[in-house]
């Protein structure tokens, strides 16, 4: 029986330490009220003045993550279309739907500013809302730890929108 409780102790001290040790999420709303998405609390977000949201981790620096809005599309079958031409033009595109989204991911290279960008991407789509989400690394970093965390932390943002 002390064997059980003793159990019983270790394994309400493991869940209570994992809880303890995950970070603290805030909400976040779009200014346009097009969706919602949580995001860790130790990063911050602004609004550029193009209407893109940003968001960063100030203390690790190794990305940088953004989300625009594109409503211009009359219905779910004209989201659909334009998310396909995407995944033909990217061979690494993937496909995932959920309940009430659909996510097309893909990743490439570019130059921006003489350097290798990686560059990750995912279109996250609803009836006549397309959320282009792009977390930019330089492609010397991208394996590094700093920048696979950010990545972790990218996907479960863009895993948690919700449209409005």
């Known amino acids: 029986m002390k064997a059980l409780y003793t159990l019983c102790f270790l394994l309400i001290s493991i869940v209570a330490s994992a809880q303890a040790n ?36 100030p203390m690790y620096g190794t990305g940088t993550f953004e989300i625009k809005e594109s409503r211009n599309f009359s219905d779910s079958g004209e989201v659909m279309h334009y998310l396909d031409n995407e995944s033909f ?33 995912w279109l996250v789509a609803n009836k006549n809302t397309v959320l282009t989400c792009r977390y930019l690394v330089d492609n010397k970093q991208k394996n590094e730890a700093k920048a696979q965390t950010e990545l972790q932390a990218v996907n479960l943002m863009v895993q948690s929108v919700t449209f409005l």
């Open 89 to 121: 033009s990217h061979p690494n595109a993937k496909y995932q739907y959920n309940e009430n989204k659909t996510i097309l991911h893909y990743n490439s290279i570019i130059l921006i500013e003489g350097k290798e960008t990686m560059v990750f991407v």
């Open 22 to 57: 995950m970070p603290a999420e805030r909400d976040f709303t779009s200014s346009r009220k097009y969706f919602t998405l949580k995001y860790p609390n130790d990063w911050n977000m602004f609004e550029n003045p193009d209407g893109t949201y940003h968001f960063e981790k």
